[in-house]
């Protein structure tokens, strides 16, 4: 018994000393069990949140493709809230826009800015118009965060009317309604145009934002609650709606601004197609005008001229003077007038050729000294001896400018004198200091030069506020300047226009009243291309040759046969008159086959054909063409000169072309027309421009 006693207690103790080795063991597997069932628990919550991160990923790309896949407002707003409800599976989710930004699509969008209107829903594209305060709680509450705000289901934003054929509003439970603000990155009504109808800046201050307002309902039977991944979702969503609405902005203001633009060009268009319509009305109302006016002009000035080659009382001679006198004043008016026309409308342009230089201002002072020594006034020409003898330019233009300018020293001096000053410009010379952008510069080898000339005189003077005056149409100093010198105001204007057609300014200076004026004006000029042009230089030289010599010299004209052709009977009679007087034999037709028929016969003997432009049936055009046909041996045909009212150049060039030796305009004097015959008969053409 003691024996199995003992053993017993050492059969205990050995299983005692093997349970103490044994019972760590077995708690050390139950404790790694429970560790690696914990982390096996782990993992799948991470495999989970990984699975719901790359879905939530999925859903973004998804949503981010179908919202970005269309530019036009109204299917950005379709497709999102359709997506969304579909992917979240929502009960319902509207989009509240600023009241003055949420314009319907024919572009109204008058409503308040401190307004949210609902402008699109899940169930009705477009709801009846509701509108939320901005100054609401919840809609604050939104608005200060970036991130997706759950709110109160009984917010006024959650009270969708007709809540897709349930009641709305108040029937979602707390956790129901999530709400994230949109940005609005382009300010603009999104029915085209800037807000508000406004220009101002497309994009706004971040201080001034606009924000759009989302709101997500989930089903009001069901016991989902948002999850941390779908908000994240809303927000990203959010976001691409926002850069989507701003594209979509972006792209319906450009086309709205492509519509406005088609609309301006084709108002331009119109106005552009009126404004030559009007211009060319004008310029044939001026065409008309000039030549009828020139008419009768011509039958006036050359009776004048006739009459004051008759016996007359000292009364009768000083009325003679008179109606001469304003005859050639109203034919200059008419002339400038003219002129300017041409300026404004771009039709004229430079008569660019080879003259003397020297020749062209000496003319200009032999020109104005009778003139000048009738109210005793002396005229000094300064030609210094670096201007060039010989220049290729406009002379016409610059003889008519400097003869302006000149002119009207003349015409605004009492007493004292005048003196011209002509020289190369350089640079130390003073500027016009109210242009000072004008600097006459001459680049290396380039073949031009600048010439200035400097008028000045002893007269009235000029006040400062005045002188900027000067050179606007039909403006003059003062009223009385009129009524004191007359004049219409039109010279400096055409002056300073001719100027500037020669690459040149033109400006005036006077310390004041009383002080005398001095009139500046820098032309550009270019340099004859070939030596043998020196000789060819004209018609400035050939005017001394010709008409200069003409009227110091006398040409003697008796007997000289002049056949007149032009269809009007007192133009023909004013001519046949005129031409008699110089002692010529003078037959006049009436239309150009008559003219033609007097030309036919055997030995005719006409040396010169005074020709009419404008005749019925046959013009003069035609009628010089035929002359030069049939007559081919130039010795045997008479000078040809058109006896003309048109003006312009292209009448000129014409009558040139066509092979006659000169065009003289109407109105012309006594004087002008023994010019004319001196240079016909001596060398063979017209080089002149006579005016009465």
């Known amino acids: 018994m003691t024996i199995a006693k003992v053993l017993t207690a050492v059969v205990s103790c050995a299983t005692a000393l093997m349970l103490v080795h044994i019972i760590p063991d077995l708690l050390s597997v139950k404790t790694r069990e429970l560790f690696l069932k914990n982390k096996a628990a782990e993992l799948d919550r991470e495999m989970g949140l990984i699975r719901t991160q790359e879905e939530t990923g999925r859903h973004v790309r998804m949503l981010t493709h179908e919202i970005r896949s269309s530019l036009d407002r109204p299917t950005i707003l379709n497709t999102t809230l359709v997506e969304l409800g579909r992917t979240l599976q929502l009960d319902e989710c509207a989009l509240w826009m600023p009241a003055n930004l949420a314009g319907d699509d024919d572009g109204d969008s008058g409503g308040s800015p401190s307004d949210l209107q609902l402008i699109h829903t899940l169930h009705e594209p477009k709801p009846p118009p509701v509108t939320v305060t901005l100054a609401h709680p919840t809609v604050k509450q939104v608005f200060s965060t970036s991130r997706a705000v759950v709110i109160s289901p009984n917010s006024p934003v959650t009270a969708i009317p007709g809540g897709g054929g349930r009641a709305g509003g108040n029937r979602y439970v707390a956790g129901d309604v999530v709400a994230v603000r949109i940005p609005l990155l382009h300010a603009n009504t999104f029915a085209g145009g800037g807000a508000g109808g406004g220009g101002g800046s497309d994009w706004q201050d971040s201080r001034e934002r606009s924000y759009a307002l989302l709101v997500l309902m989930l089903p009001a039977d069901s016991a ?326 003409g009227v110091t010299k006398a040409v003697d004209f008796t007997g000289l046969k002049v056949l007149v052709c032009d269809d009007n009977h007192v133009n023909r009679m004013v001519t046949k008159r005129m031409v008699t007087r110089l002692g010529c034999e003078v037959t006049v037709v009436g239309s150009g086959r008559e003219c033609l028929a007097a030309l036919a016969g055997p030995g005719h003997g006409f040396k010169v054909l005074l020709q009419d432009l404008m005749m019925p049936d046959m013009d003069g055009y035609e009628v010089a063409k035929r002359v030069i046909d049939r007559i081919k041996n130039p010795d045997d045909r008479p000078k040809i000169a058109a006896l003309t009212a048109n003006t312009d150049q292209a009448t000129k060039d014409r009558c040139l072309s066509i092979g006659m030796d000169g065009v003289i305009t109407k109105p012309i004097s006594l004087e002008k027309m023994r010019i004319v015959f001196t240079e016909l008969m001596t060398l063979g053409k017209i080089v002149s421009d006579p005016k009465a």
């Open 224 to 549: 989902r609650r948002w999850h941390v991944h779908e908000l994240e979702m809303v927000e990203v969503v959010a976001d691409q709606v926002a850069v989507a609405l701003s594209h979509a902005a972006i792209l319906e203001e450009s086309m709205h601004a492509r519509d406005l633009l088609m609309e301006q060009n084709v108002a331009l268009d119109h106005a552009r197609a009126q404004a030559e319509k009007a211009i060319r009305a004008r310029n044939d109302f001026l065409a008309v005008m000039n030549h009828e006016m020139r008419t009768p002009m011509h039958a006036i000035i050359a009776l004048s001229t006739l009459l004051q080659e008759t016996e007359l009382t000292p009364e009768q001679r000083s009325m003679v003077d008179t109606v001469l006198k304003s005859s050639n004043l109203l034919a200059t008016l008419i002339h400038d007038v003219l002129d300017l026309s041409h300026l404004e409308d771009g039709s004229m342009l430079l008569d660019v050729r080879t003259f003397n230089l020297h020749a062209t201002f000496r003319e200009v002072a032999s020109l104005v000294k009778p003139v000048a020594s009738v109210k005793k006034l002396g005229v000094t020409l300064r030609l210094q001896s670096d201007v060039p003898e010989f220049a290729a330019g406009d002379e016409r233009r610059l003889l008519q400018t400097a003869l302006n300018v000149v002119g009207n020293a003349v015409k605004f001096t009492r007493d004292g004198s005048i003196t011209i000053t002509v020289c190369l410009e350089r640079p130390e010379f003073q500027r016009d200091k109210n242009f000072p952008k004008f600097v006459p510069v001459v680049a290396l080898g380039d073949k031009h030069y600048y010439v200035r000339v400097q008028v000045k005189d002893t007269g009235v003077g000029l006040r400062q506020e005045d002188q900027r005056k000067l050179f606007s149409k039909f403006v003059q100093a003062d009223a009385t300047t009129t009524r004191n010198y007359g004049g219409t105001g039109l010279g400096l204007a055409i002056c300073k226009r001719f100027v500037s057609m020669m690459g040149g300014h033109i400006w005036v200076e006077s310390e004041g009243p009383g002080k005398g004026t001095t009139v500046t004006f820098v032309v550009r000029l270019g340099l004859p291309e070939k030596a043998d042009d020196r000789s060819k230089a004209g018609p400035a030289g050939q005017k001394q040759a010709a008409g200069g010599a």
